[in-house]
C-alpha cells in the first residue's frame, strides 16, 4: 500500500486498484502539489465539513464518479448535489471494495459554507481509521487530544497515523505528541500546519517530542510503503 501526503490533512492511499483521497483541500491550499483535473479518486473520505477539508471534492467526485464516505449529515448535504454518498456516524465501520472505513470521535466543530446555500450544518467531526492489505491507517482530522485516544490504540495495531500539529484550531505539537503516547502508532505523520499563518509550525520540534513511534516528516508528495 502507497500513502502519499499533499499538504494541509490531504493523504492519498493507493491500495490494490483502487485511489482513496482524504480531505482533498486542493483549490485554495498554497502547499499542494495536487491538481483538480489530473485527480481521479476512486473513493473520498472527508472527517468534517469544514471547507479546508471538503475542498474540491464536488469537482472531484462528479469527475470520476467516486464514492464519498463522510458523516452523515455532510454526506446527505452533499448527495443532495448529485454526488454517490455513504454516511456513517461515529463508531460504525463498513467494508468497501477498496477498504474498510471506521469513524471515530474527533473534538473540533463542522459547519460547510457556500455562496448558494450558506451554512450547512455538517455532522459530528471526526476521525477515520481504516483498514486495508492487512494495515491500519489512522487519520485523526481536526481534533484536540483526548483520552479515548487511547482506547483506539489499544483496540487496534495503527501502522501509520496522521496528527494535526498545528494549534489554533487544533492540538499544538506538545498535545499531538501526548496525543501519539495514546495512540501508539508504529509511524507518525505531521499535518494541518503551515497552511495558513496561525497554523504555522515547525515539525521538527514536533519530532524531538514523541518518543514511541517513529515520526515521519513528510514533504509534500512525499510517500510510505506500508
Partial sequence: MQVSYHGHSIVKIKTGNYTILIDPFITGNGLTDLQVENEKPDAILLTHAHNDHVGDTLELASNSGATVVAPVELANYLGSKGLNTVGMNLGGAKEFEFGTVKFTKAFHSSSYTSEEDGVIYGGMPAGILFKAEGKTIYHAGDT???????????????????????????????????????????????????????????????????????????????????
Avoid: C, R, W
Fill in 144 to 226: 484536540e487530544v483526548f483520552g479515548d485516544m487511547e482506547i483506539i490504540g489499544k483496540m487496534n495495531a495503527i501502522d501509520l497515523a496522521f496528527v494535526p500539529i498545528g494549534d489554533f484550531f487544533t492540538m499544538g505539537p506538545e498535545d499531538a505528541a501526548y496525543a501519539v503516547s495514546l495512540l501508539n502508532p508504529k509511524t507518525v505523520v505531521p499535518i494541518h500546519y503551515n497552511t495558513f499563518p496561525p497554523i504555522n509550525q515547525d515539525p521538527e520540534q514536533f519530532k524531538k517530542l514523541v518518543e514511541q513511534a517513529e515520526v515521519n516528516v513528510l514533504q509534500v508528495g512525499g510517500v510510505i510503503d506500508i
